[in-house]
């Protein structure tokens, strides 16, 4: 699936700043979580918002405020997109 460059670029960045043995699966889970919201609103690529998604619906618990903290680090405005929604966790 086709990313869009910027977001693609700050996904990676986000990624290398996690601990080396969550890496791979943050990534492989984040991507594919991605890429079933953009199938589900029938777009053809993944954009910021999708990547913010799949990280507030998928991330467990213990992580929550690391991931939040690497959002903010690498520029992922999630705020903009009604994160964190009722029902999330708390920063």
Request: aromatic letters at 12%; zero cysteines.
């Amino acid at each position: 699936m086709i990313w869009e460059t910027n977001t693609q670029e700050k996904f990676k960045l986000l990624i290398s700043k996690i601990p080396v043995f969550h890496r791979r699966l943050t990534e492989e889970a984040v991507t594919k979580r991605a890429r079933e919201i953009v199938a589900s609103r029938n777009a053809g690529q993944i954009e910021e918002e999708d990547v913010v998604a799949a990280f507030f619906s998928d991330v467990p618990s213990p992580f929550y405020s690391m991931m939040v903290r690497l959002l903010e680090q690498t520029g992922f405005d999630y705020k903009k997109y009604g994160f964190p929604k009722n029902g999330n966790h708390k920063k």
